[in-house]
């Protein structure tokens, strides 16, 4: 799957949101991973074979300097901003079965400062993710569209709304709309769903469409996943892959990765079989990160047929 040429090949594609330390804690003990939503993202693409650049709050301690050295590692380039209280960290505890989420401070207050080399960042990119952004944040978000020249033609957006990091729902979902009315492709889970609407998957698909949303990937956990764009809706069942499912902190973000890789190598899909091939390589790229812990992106090899001819 990688480019046979990544220096002449490789889209440039810039990520903006977070990036923190996720601690695990269940009945086996505490285990720390770098992670975020935008931070899985990035590196997700860079093992993809793409020119990945992160755009996040990262603080001036020891975390933040695992998160360095981590995307070091990974060759995802990392424009920063300060973080006065430090590197947010997310602890999921599920040592009493479902999982409990809590964010620390610097989490909840998380911001991006839009200077001069995030702004470069936006400019010099080929496509621009935006995920697990504050929208509830009306600063923030006019400085996010202010920042972006003509989204609609380059930008990807995933809410990835948290309850523990949302400080106005309301205010989160206003927004969300309006910045998915200006986006390429718009991802929404059926969990953000819950928390942003007390509804279904379905009717904010809806209501994302209604309000201008050119394309909306809805992802169901086990149900699969669905394109709604201006033909027919698209599935992609889960796709079953050998050993037990391990850890599904990372399938909605190497789901996306992987669709936004296609669209950097295809454009945007105006196909239903196009859309079909698209989307049962990502259920692939997250069936095969599902079976380690972490939300590290993984490939199976190989990675399978195409749902149906070019």
Known sequence: MPHTDPAASAARITVIGDALIDELRDPRGSREFVGGAALNVAVGLALLGEQARLVAMVGDDEPGERIRAYLRDYR????????????????????EGEPRY?????????????????????????????????????????????????????????GNPRAGMLADRERFLANFEDFAARSLLVKVGDEDAELLLGDSLD??????????????????????????????????????????????????????????????????????????????????????TVRQEGALLRMPHPVGEPAYPS
């Open 76 to 95: 995802v380039g990392l424009v920063e901003s300060p973080a006065a209280l430090g590197t947010s960290r997310a602890v999921s505890d599920r040592t």
């Open 102 to 158: 809590e964010f620390n401070d610097a989490a909840r207050h998380r911001s991006i400062r839009f200077d001069g080399a995030v702004r470069a960042a936006i400019e010099e990119a080929d496509l621009v993710v935006v995920s697990c952004f504050p929208f509830d944040d009306d600063a923030q978000y006019a400085e996010l569209v202010a920042a972006i020249d003509s989204p609609a033609r380059r930008v990807i957006v995933d």
């Open 203 to 288: 009717v904010f698909v809806e209501r994302l469409r209604a309000a201008g949303a050119r394309a909306v990937l809805a992802t169901a956990g086990r149900d699969g996943a669905t394109v709604h764009h201006d033909g027919t809706p698209v599935h992609a069942r889960i796709v079953p892959l050998p050993g037990p499912v391990v850890d599904t902190m990372g399938a909605g973000d190497a789901t996306l990765a992987a669709i936004v890789r296609r669209i950097a190598l295809d454009g945007l899909p105006t196909t239903n079989a196009a859309w079909a091939n698209a989307l049962h390589e990502a259920m692939v790229i997250a069936a095969a």
